[in-house]
C-alpha cells in the first residue's frame, strides 16, 4: 500500500545519486526540464469533480438510467475540444490551458485518502510524513520576501496540505472565509490602533527587561526575534493585500461569489510575493453536497460549475492584465472524477481511474489537451497520467526538479514519486 | 513506600472523596444486559445482569466503563439493555411524564406501559435535511438534541407510592454504543419539569442538565477507577511478587559503585555525585541554584504541565524555606498533573494517532485513555509496556487494542514493531522495512520477525514493501535480503541485548493476558531485568524530559550509543528496577538534584557526549500541550471545545465515527480529519485551539513515532498568540475571568498588578514592572466598576443539530460558517467593568502573555 513512498526513493538509490543529494534525473537521455513560473495557485474542487460533466463533457446522459454527461458541450478555443455548457467564459480562454484528461490513481472509496495523495503525490507510510506540495512549493522556493509567508491556504487546515516531514516553517497561513480574515494575523476586531501600539509598547518593555535578566542567551535572543518577523508579517504590507476593497467593484463582481473573491485574493497574494496559494471550492451551500455529487447534489451541481466558471476565466483574463499569466500557474484539481452512469438518486458516484485536471499560464506550451478518455469517460485511453506525474509537471513549471531528494532526517525522499513531466507542455 | 502501599493509600483518599459525592446512596436503581437475545430487549427477562448500580436520578448518559481482569477497558454487547428502577409516592393528581430517548425505550408506571419511543435507524445518509431549531416560545423544557424522541403523557396518579421503570436499547449495529441524553422527566401538565427522582432534582433546563452531566461523569470516572482498581488488585499484587522476586535477582548483581569526588562542587544526591565526578574532571563550573519561584515554575511545568496556580505560589512561599522545594516535588508528582503530561509525551512516542471520521490515514484506536489511566494508576512501567504489547481491550474505547491498529498500512504489525523497539529499546528499525537499513546494524528480517511475534504467526512481507529491481536497471544500493510475498517466522531479532535463551521462569514469570502466546514472549523479552537496555532507554527517556539532553542521544536511537555518563546510567537504571519500575522514583531522583535545580543553561551540547556535563537543564520552551492548559488555568477559562464527535446523532457505528468526548487538557484533541474540506464538518473552537497547538509543534495527525518535536521558535508563533482566536478568547475579561474576579475584589491597585504576576509568571512584579502596570491601569482603576450589572454564565455553544447524517445539506454549512464568524468575535466582555478599564487591563495581560518569559522556562 505504502510502497510507492517507500519504494520511490529507493529507485533514485537505484540510480546511485540520491544520498549525495545531487540531480538525479532517472533518464541521463532526456535533459532536465525547467519552467519558467514562479508561483502556483491551486485551485482545489474538493469531493471529487466529475470530469464528465465539467472538463471531459460526452454525449448527454438523462440522469437516470442513461449515462453520460449531465450537460450539453460546447466549443472551445482549441479547436475540436469541447467544454461542459456551464464553463461558457473558460471555453474562449482555453487556449490558455492545458487540459489534462487521463489523471489516475486507485483509490475511489475514500475522500481524504484520494485528497492526501492529490496533495502529496503519495500514500501514507508510517515511517515518516510526507509533506504537501504547497509545503515543497515553499521549501523549495520560499516567499519571494520576507514580508509575506511562501504558503497560504483558503480552506480547512489539514493533514493533506501539511508541511509533514518538512517541520512547521514550511506550513501555511489560512483563512477559511474571506470576512473572518487570516487566522493570527488579523488584530482581533475590538482592538484598534490606539490599543494596538499600547500593547506593542508595553510588550517592547517586558521583552527588553527580560533579555537583560538573561543576557547572551540564545534562546531568549531568538524568541525575541521571531516576536519581530511576527509582527512585521501582521503589519500593514501583507495585511494590506487582504483588503479586497482596493480592487475595482466592477472586477470584483466579475470574480463572482466566495469562490471567486478568494480567487482575487490568490491574485493579490501571488502579486504580493507569497508561493503557492491553495484556493479551496467548498462552497457547500450552493447544493448541500459540493462537488461530491451523490444523489440530489447532482441537481444544482451547474451552481458550482458556473461559479467555477465565473473566477475562473476572470482569474486567467486578471492574471494576463496583470502580467502575471506566464509566472503563474493555475492548477484546477480535485481528488477523483465520478463515472457517466448515475446513482439511483440521481447522482454519481466515485471514479478514480479516469479524471481531469486543469492548467493554465505558467509559462507553459498551453492550448493543448493530455490524454484521452473512452466514449463515455470511464476508461483512459491515450496516455495515462499519474499523480506522481501531475506533481512532476506542476514542480517543473515552476523551475523544481522533481527527481530531487529532500532529507526526512538521514533519509533521502525525492520530491516526486519517481514522476515524469508531461514533456509536451515544455518543449 | 511500595507501589501497592502507595495505591492504597491513594485509594483511601479517593473513598473518601467518594463518600463526599455519594453522601446518601442514590435511589435509582440500574441493570445492564447485554447480549440479549434479539426481539426481547424491552423484556431483559430472566437474565443477569452484568453490570448493577445507582443513579440519583432517570438521567443516563453515561454508563460504567467495563474492564477486563487487568483493568483495560472492554466493549459492552451492542446493543444493549439499560434498565431502571425506582419507587416513590406521588400526591394524588395528573402529572406529565416524558420519556427522552434516542433509541428505543419503554417507561411503565406500576409495571404498565405509558410510554414508548422508536428503534433508532442506522443512517449511511449524508443528506438528511437539519431539523429547525427549537422553537423559543413553546419551549419551556431543555429541547431534545437531534434525532432523540420525545414521548410525552400524562398520568393520573393516585396519592401513594408508585413504581417507575424504563428499559432501553443502547446501540446496536450500525449505532453509536451510547445512550445520548437518555432521561425521564416529570411535572405538572404544562409546566416545567423535573428529572424524575427524589424532590429536588434538577430542573430540565439547560443549565441544570449540564451542571448534573458534568457532575456525572465526574462520579462515574471516580466509580470506573475505583472499580478498576479494585478489581485488578490481584495483577497489581502479581506484578509486586513479580518486582520482588527482581529486587532478589537484583541484589545478587554488582551495585554501581560511586565515583570520587572532591566535594568542591554542590552535592544534593547520588545523581550529583556522577555528574560533579565529570564536571570536576573537566574543570566546567555547574551553573548556580536556581531561585526557589524559578524552581516552582519550571518543576511545576516538567511534572505537570501546567504553571503553578496563585495559591500553589503562596503555599510554597508559606513553606520552610529548607523543605519547600521537596514538599514542591512531592505534591506534584502525585497530582493529576502527571497523567495528563505523560500521556502528550507518549502519544508522540508511541503514534498515537485515532481518526474521528472513517479512519484511514495510518490511524490508530485511541488508546490515550488506557495511557490516561495507566498513569493515573500509577502502574509499573514494564506493566504498561506488557500490556501495550499484548494490545488486549477495546479498540475503539481506548484500550491497548487501538495500539493494534494502522489503516490503509500494508504491515501494520511491522508498523508496531518499528514503534516498540524505537520506544523501549532505543533500536531503530524504520529504515530496515523495505531493505536492510543503510546506517544501522538491522536486517529488513528483524523488523518483519519482531512483527511476526506480535503477530502470533508468520508475516508475509508485502510486495509494498520492499524495492524492486527493474530489469536493466542498476544494482539499488541498498542491500534487498528478502522477496515479497516471503513468509518470516516469529523470532526475537535482538539476541545482542537479551539472548532468547536466558529467558526463563527466573526472576519471576510475567503475569500476561495475552490471547497470543508469542506477543507475551516479545513482552517477557523486552521487560526482563536482564536486558539491562529497557531500563536504561525508560531513564534515559525520563532524564531528557526533564534535564533537555539525554545521556544518550538520540533517545529513540541506540546503534551508536555513546552514554555521556554510564556510569550514572547504569545507576538511574538499577535504581529504577528496584523500585518496580516506577517513573516517579526516578522523576524524584532527578528533581532532587543540585543538576535538575540549577539555573537552565541556554543552549545544548549537542551530539558530543564528551562534552556533556550538565551544568544545569537546557532552557526551553513550552510545549503546546503546556502553553495552552497554562494560558487557561491562568486565566481561569475552562475549556471550550466542540465534542470531539461528527456523528453526534449516533446512527453511524464507532468503528467508522469515534466519540472522543469534550476536552478537558490538550491531550484530549483530536485531529479534526476534514480532509473533505466541508465546512459543515467543521469545529471551531476546536480548531481555534488546534491552531495554537500546531503552531507551537503538536502534531494532529501522528503517522509515525516522535520523540522530539519540531519546536524551531517561528513567527507564526508570536501571531496566534498575539491575535489568534484562542489567545484573543483567554485574554478577553468576561465574567468568566479570574482576572475580571480580581479587578472586581476591593484590592489597591498595587495589590492587582502583584496577583496579576503572580497568576501570569508565578512571581512578584520587581519595582519597575509594578510602575509600568500601575501607571498603565490607574487613569481608569478608581472608577473601573459598572454597577448593576449581572455577570452572564452565556458561553459559546456548537449547534447539536448538525451531524454527519446531514452534514451534506446546505443548511448544515451554513450553521458552521456562521460558528465560524461568531468565533473570530470572540466571548462577550464583562459588563460590570467600564471599556476603558478593561481594555487598558487586557492590553496588559496581552503583553504578560506575550512576552518571552511566558513561553521561556526559567
Redesign the interface.
Known amino acids: 500500500?505504502?510502497?510507492?513512498s517507500?519504494?520511490d526513493w529507493?529507485?533514485t538509490?537505484?540510480?546511485?545519486v540520491?544520498?549525495s543529494g545531487v540531480s538525479n534525473c532517472l533518464n541521463a537521455a532526456e535533459p532536465v526540464i525547467k519552467g519558467k513560473a514562479d508561483s502556483c495557485i491551486f485551485l482545489?474542487l474538493?469531493?471529487g469533480a466529475a470530469h464528465v460533466d465539467t472538463f471531459d463533457p460526452k454525449r448527454r446522459g438523462d440522469g437516470a438510467g442513461k449515462a453520460g454527461s449531465y450537460y450539453d458541450s460546447i466549443d472551445t478555443a482549441i479547436p475540436k475540444v469541447q467544454l461542459c455548457e456551464h464553463l461558457k467564459q473558460t471555453a474562449p480562454l482555453l487556449d490558455n490551458c492545458v487540459l489534462i484528461r487521463s489523471l489516475n490513481h486507485d483509490i475511489s472509496s475514500?475522500?481524504?485518502?484520494a485528497?492526501?495523495l492529490v496533495h502529496t503525490g503519495r500514500?501514507?507510510?508510517?515511517?515518516?510524513?510526507y509533506p504537501s506540495i504547497g509545503s515543497i512549493v515553499s521549501h523549495e522556493l520560499g516567499a519571494k520576501t520576507d514580508a509575506v509567508p511562501a504558503y497560504v491556504v483558503m480552506?480547512?487546515?489539514?493533514?493533506?496540505r501539511?508541511p509533514g516531514f518538512l517541520?512547521?516553517?514550511h506550513?501555511y497561513?489560512y483563512l477559511?472565509?474571506i470576512?473572518?480574515?487570516p487566522?493570527?494575523?488579523?488584530?482581533?476586531?475590538?482592538v484598534d490602533a490606539t490599543?494596538e501600539d499600547?500593547?506593542e509598547s508595553?510588550?517592547g518593555?517586558?521583552?527588553e527587561?527580560?533579555?537583560k535578566r538573561h543576557p547572551?542567551?540564545?534562546?531568549?535572543e531568538?524568541?525575541?526575534?521571531?516576536?519581530q518577523?511576527?509582527?512585521?508579517?501582521?503589519g500593514p504590507q501583507f495585511l494590506n493585500v487582504f483588503d479586497l476593497k482596493r480592487e475595482s467593484p466592477s472586477l470584483r463582481a466579475s470574480y463572482g461569489g466566495e469562490f471567486g473573491q478568494r480567487c482575487l485574493l490568490a491574485r493579490r497574494l501571488v502579486q504580493s510575493g507569497v508561493r503557492f496559494v491553495e484556493v479551496?471550492f467548498?462552497l457547500?451551500?450552493?447544493?448541500?453536497?459540493?462537488w461530491?455529487t451523490?444523489?440530489?447534489?447532482q441537481l444544482k451541481q451547474h451552481l458550482l460549475i458556473q461559479d467555477l466558471d465565473k473566477a475562473l476565466s476572470t482569474l486567467i483574463s486578471d492574471l494576463k492584465t496583470n502580467k502575471l499569466l506566464d509566472g503563474t500557474l493555475v492548477v484546477v484539481a480535485t481528488e477523483f472524477g465520478r463515472p457517466p452512469e448515475f446513482d439511483s438518486g440521481g447522482g454519481r458516484g466515485h471514479h478514480a481511474k479516469a479524471f481531469s485536471a486543469l492548467l493554465a499560464g505558467g509559462g507553459l506550451r498551453t492550448g493543448q489537451v493530455v490524454g484521452a478518455t473512452d466514449e463515455l469517460g470511464n476508461t483512459i485511453i491515450d496516455r495515462p497520467v499519474s499523480i506522481p506525474d501531475f506533481h512532476a509537471t506542476i514542480h517543473t513549471a515552476l523551475g523544481i526538479n522533481p527527481d530531487k531528494s529532500l532529507f526526512a532526517g538521514?533519509?533521502p525522499v525525492p520530491i516526486t514519486d519517481h514522476g515524469t513531466p508531461v514533456r509536451e507542455l515544455f518543449v | 513506600m511500595t507501589y501497592l502501599t502507595r495505591i492504597h493509600a491513594s485509594l483511601a483518599v479517593l473513598l473518601g472523596a467518594a463518600a463526599l459525592l455519594s453522601a446518601a446512596p442514590f435511589p435509582i436503581q440500574v441493570e445492564l444486559f447485554e447480549n440479549v437475545p434479539k426481539g426481547t430487549e424491552l423484556k431483559p427477562l430472566g437474565l443477569q445482569p452484568t453490570a448493577s448500580y445507582q443513579e440519583p436520578a432517570f438521567a443516563f448518559v453515561r454508563i460504567p466503563a467495563r474492564y477486563s481482569p487487568n483493568a483495560l477497558p472492554l466493549d459492552r454487547s451492542t446493543p444493549y439493555v439499560l434498565r431502571a428502577i425506582y419507587e416513590r409516592s406521588f400526591p394524588a393528581g395528573e402529572y406529565q411524564f416524558r420519556l427522552r430517548a434516542r433509541g428505543a425505550a419503554v417507561f411503565s408506571i406500576d409495571d404498565a406501559e405509558v410510554a414508548r419511543t422508536k428503534p433508532q435507524p442506522p443512517n449511511t445518509s449524508?443528506?438528511d435535511p437539519v431539523p429547525p431549531p427549537p422553537s423559543t416560545e413553546k419551549l419551556i423544557v431543555r429541547a431534545a438534541p437531534y434525532p432523540h424522541q420525545d414521548s410525552v403523557v400524562r398520568q393520573k396518579l393516585t396519592a401513594g407510592l408508585h413504581r417507575f421503570t424504563l428499559v432501553a436499547v443502547v446501540g446496536g449495529k450500525g449505532l453509536m454504543p451510547t445512550p445520548g441524553e437518555l432521561a425521564v422527566s416529570y411535572g405538572m401538565p404544562g409546566q416545567l419539569e423535573n428529572l424524575l427522582g427524589p424532590d429536588g432534582s434538577p430542573r430540565l433546563l439547560d443549565e441544570e442538565w449540564d451542571a448534573y452531566v458534568a457532575q456525572a461523569q465526574k462520579r462515574h470516572d471516580l466509580d470506573d477507577m475505583q472499580r478498576r482498581r479494585a478489581m485488578s488488585a490481584d495483577v497489581v499484587e502479581a506484578w509486586n511478587q513479580r518486582h520482588q522476586a527482581v529486587r532478589q535477582w537484583l541484589a545478587g548483581t554488582p551495585a554501581v559503585p560511586l565515583p570520587p569526588v572532591n566535594g568542591s562542587l554542590p552535592l544534593y544526591n547520588e545523581v550529583d555525585r556522577f555528574l560533579n565526578a565529570k564536571l570536576e574532571k573537566a574543570g566546567v563550573a555547574p551553573a548556580p541554584l536556581t531561585s526557589d519561584l524559578d524552581f516552582l515554575r519550571r518543576v511545576s511545568l516538567d511534572a505537570t504541565g501546567l504553571i503553578p496556580t496563585a495559591a500553589e505560589v503562596r503555599a510554597y512561599l508559606a513553606d520552610a524555606p529548607a523543605t519547600r522545594r521537596g514538599h514542591a516535588i512531592d505534591r506534584l508528582v502525585n497530582s493529576p498533573g502527571w497523567a495528563d503530561h505523560w500521556v502528550s509525551y507518549w502519544q508522540d512516542v508511541l503514534?498515537e494517532n485515532p481518526g474521528i471520521?472513517?479512519p484511514?490515514?495510518?490511524n490508530t484506536g485511541p488508546f490515550r485513555w488506557w495511557l490516561y489511566q495507566s498513569f493515573t494508576d500509577g502502574l509499573p512501567f514494564d506493566r504498561m509496556v506488557t500490556e501495550l504489547v499484548e494490545m488486549e481491550g477495546s479498540k475503539t474505547l481506548g484500550g491497548p487494542a487501538g495500539f493494534a491498529q494502522?489503516t490503509?498500512?500494508?504491515s501494520p504489525m511491522a508498523?508496531k514493531a518499528?514503534i516498540l523497539a524505537q520506544a523501549f529499546l532505543g533500536q531503530k528499525l524504520?529504515?530496515a522495512?523495505?531493505?536492510d537499513a543503510p546506517?544501522h546494524p538491522f536486517k529488513q528480517k528483524d523488523l518483519f520477525s519482531m512483527g511476526a511475534l506480535l503477530n502470533g504467526k508468520p508475516l508475509t512481507l508485502?510486495?509494498?514493501?520492499?524495492?524492486?529491481?527493474?530489469p536493466g536497471?542498476?544494482?539499488?544500493?541498498?542491500t534487498i535480503s528478502l522477496k515479497a510475498g516471503e513468509s518470516i517466522a516469529p523470532e526475537w531479532p535482538f539476541q545482542n541485548l537479551i539472548a532468547h535463551a536466558n529467558v526463563g521462569p527466573q526472576p519471576a514469570s510475567l503475569p500476561s493476558y495475552s490471547s497470543i502466546p508469542t506477543r507475551d514472549e516479545l513482552a517477557a523479552l523486552i521487560v526482563d531485568p536482564q536486558n539491562d537496555r529497557f531500563a536504561q532507554v525508560a531513564v534515559n527517556r525520563i532524564w531528557k524530559y526533564y534535564m533537555g539532553e539525554g545521556i544518550v542521544e538520540p533517545v529513540d536511537d541506540w546503534s551508536r550509543v555513546q552514554p555521556s555518563h554510564p556510569e550514572l546510567l547504569q545507576f538511574l537504571a538499577r535504581e529504577f528496577v528496584a523500585g518496580g519500575y516506577d517513573i516517579k522514583r526516578v522523576a524524584r531522583l532527578i528533581f532532587n538534584s543540585h543538576a535538575y535545580q540549577r539555573q537552565s543553561v541556554?543552549?545544548s551540547t549537542g551530539a558530543d557526549a564528551a562534552a556533556r556535563v550538565f551544568a544545569g537543564p537546557v532552557?526551553?520552551?513550552m510545549t503546546a500541550e503546556e502553553l495552552v492548559d497554562s494560558l487557561h488555568l491562568s486565566a481561569g477559562k475552562r475549556f471550550l471545545c466542540e465534542p470531539m464527535n461528527l456523528n453526534p446523532a449516533g446512527d453511524r457505528p464507532a468503528t467508522q465515527f469515534l466519540d472522543m468526548g469534550t476536552p478537558e487538557r490538550t491531550w484530549q484533541m483530536t485531529?479534526?480529519?476534514?480532509?473533505?474540506?466541508?465546512?459543515?464538518l467543521?469545529l471551531p473552537m476546536a480548531?481555534s485551539l488546534?491552531?495554537m497547538m500546531?503552531?507551537f509543534?503538536w502534531r494532529?495527525?501522528r503517522?509515525?513515532a516522535t520523540t522530539i518535536r519540531?519546536d524551531?521558535?517561528?513567527?507564526?508563533?508570536?501571531?496566534?498568540l498575539?491575535?489568534?482566536?484562542l489567545a484573543?478568547r483567554l485574554i478577553r475579561l468576561s465574567d468568566e475571568s479570574a482576572f475580571t474576579g480580581l479587578a472586581l475584589q476591593n484590592l489597591p491597585l498595587s495589590k492587582l498588578v502583584e496577583e496579576s504576576y503572580l497568576r501570569v509568571f508565578s512571581r512578584l512584579p520587581d519595582q519597575?514592572?509594578q510602575q509600568?502596570f500601575e501607571n498603565?491601569l490607574a487613569p481608569a482603576y478608581a472608577n473601573r466598576k459598572v454597577s448593576g450589572v449581572q455577570a452572564s454564565s452565556a458561553r459559546m455553544k456548537s449547534d447539536n443539530r448538525v451531524s454527519w447524517s446531514n452534514h451534506?445539506?446546505?443548511?448544515a454549512?451554513?450553521i458552521r460558517?456562521e460558528e465560524?464568524?461568531n468565533q473570530?468575535?470572540?466571548e462577550a466582555p464583562t459588563g460590570r467593568l467600564t471599556a476603558e478599564f478593561r481594555?487598558?487591563y487586557e492590553?496588559?495581560l496581552?503583553?504578560?502573555f506575550?512576552?518571552?518569559?511566558f513561553?521561556?522556562l526559567p
Open positions: 500500500m505504502n510502497a510507492i517507500r519504494r529507493m529507485k538509490l537505484t540510480a546511485g540520491a544520498v482545489w474538493g469531493g475514500e475522500h481524504a485518502a485528497a492526501n500514500k501514507p507510510s508510517g515511517t515518516i510524513l480552506g480547512y487546515p489539514n493533514i493533506m501539511d517541520g512547521a516553517k506550513g497561513i477559511t472565509q470576512e473572518t480574515g487566522s493570527g494575523l488579523v488584530r482581533p476586531p475590538d490599543r499600547r500593547r508595553l510588550l518593555q517586558l521583552s527587561q527580560y533579555a547572551r542567551d540564545a534562546s531568549v531568538a524568541q525575541i526575534a521571531v516576536n518577523q511576527g509582527f512585521k508579517l501582521a479551496s467548498n457547500n451551500f450552493l447544493n448541500g453536497s459540493g461530491d451523490h444523489n440530489a447534489g538521514q533519509r | 449524508g443528506d503514534a471520521l472513517k484511514d490515514l495510518n494502522a490503509l498500512n500494508d508498523a518499528d524504520g529504515c522495512r523495505c531493505h546506517f508485502p510486495s509494498t514493501s520492499t524495492v524492486p529491481v527493474r536497471g542498476r544494482r539499488p544500493a541498498v541556554a543552549t532552557r526551553r520552551r485531529a479534526l480529519s476534514n480532509e473533505r474540506d466541508r465546512p459543515a467543521a480548531q488546534i491552531d500546531t503552531t509543534g494532529q495527525s503517522q509515525n519540531d524551531a521558535p517561528s513567527p507564526m508563533q508570536t501571531l496566534i498575539a491575535n489568534g482566536n484573543t519597575q514592572e509600568v498603565l451534506l445539506s446546505s443548511e454549512t451554513l460558517m465560524e464568524r473570530r468575535m470572540g481594555t487598558r492590553d496588559a496581552w503583553a504578560m506575550n512576552s518571552p518569559e513561553v521561556l
